[in-house]
């Protein structure tokens, strides 16, 4: 099956930088890669996803980049703001029954 | 949009009981409906499948006689966890997707087995 691997497990960055997390993955048959937002206590939130027919998506202050050679894919996030700070899963689908695979998590703290 | 809601948001009960947790796709209609497990500072854990209608897949170790799923209609699945022990205190979420592999996810439930 699918395997998901995540880096970096947390991510501390200062308020106004970049901050990117990095997802590899083993199926080369999974076409779908999408990004999620948990906050505490709370649900996730997707924020943004990539096909396997595009390599680059943008979305305002996030990007997502896939290499489907390499199989990994990264969200970019830029001008950070302490309210980015979340715990942050990438995930791979496509392949089985609309079924997802999900990395480990990202913890992102933005300081002020 | 894509809305997903589940009830209770959070549950205390006794050794023993049995809980139910209710998932409704608010203004779609899901073709697939999914729970998960997540513990404390861990990615999601996938239980089951559910699609409307018909008996749910489940996950390798998860045991399907206490975790029963009903996927009743297009717009609601629930689970229950029949005879809650301690060791079924988690925060259970469940997604739904419409037609496409997206999967929108509802806010949680936090159930603590006392």
């Known amino acids: 099956g699918e395997n998901v691997e995540q880096h970096p497990s947390t991510l501390s960055v200062q308020e106004g930088d970049s901050a990117v997390i990095k997802c590899t993955y083993s199926?080369?048959?999974?076409?779908?890669f999408p990004w999620y937002k948990q906050e505490l206590g709370k649900g996730p939130q997707l924020i943004i996803d990539?096909?396997?027919?595009?390599g680059e998506k943008k979305d305002q202050r996030i990007a997502v980049t896939l290499n489907k050679t390499a199989k990994h894919f990264s969200l970019h996030i830029t001008e950070t703001q302490p309210e980015d700070s979340a715990v942050y899963f990438c995930?791979?689908?496509?392949?089985?029954?609309?079924?997802?695979?999900f990395g480990g998590g990202t913890r992102l703290m933005v300081k002020p | 949009g894509a809305v997903v809601s589940q009830h209770p948001s959070r549950v205390i009960c006794k050794s023993g009981t049995s809980v139910k947790i209710e998932c409704r796709s608010l203004?779609?209609?899901?073709?697939?409906m999914f729970w998960y497990r997540q513990f404390p500072k861990q990615s999601l854990m996938l239980m089951a499948t559910?699609?409307?209608?018909?008996?749910?897949?489940?996950e390798q170790g998860v045991e399907k006689d206490k975790f029963l799923i009903n996927h009743a209609s297009l717009t609601l699945s629930t689970l229950t966890v029949a005879s809650a022990h301690p060791e079924d205190s988690s925060f259970y979420i469940c997604?739904?997707?419409?037609?496409?592999?997206?999967?929108?996810f509802g806010p949680g439930t936090r159930l603590t087995v006392l």
């Open positions: 995930a791979a689908g496509g392949n089985a029954g609309n079924m997802l695979t």
């Open positions: 199926d080369s048959a999974s076409n779908y």
């Open positions: 559910s699609n409307e209608g018909s008996k749910a897949t489940y």
């Open positions: 990539i096909r396997s027919n595009v």
């Open positions: 203004d779609f209609q899901a073709t697939t």
């Open positions: 997604s739904a997707n419409k037609r496409t592999d997206t999967q929108y």
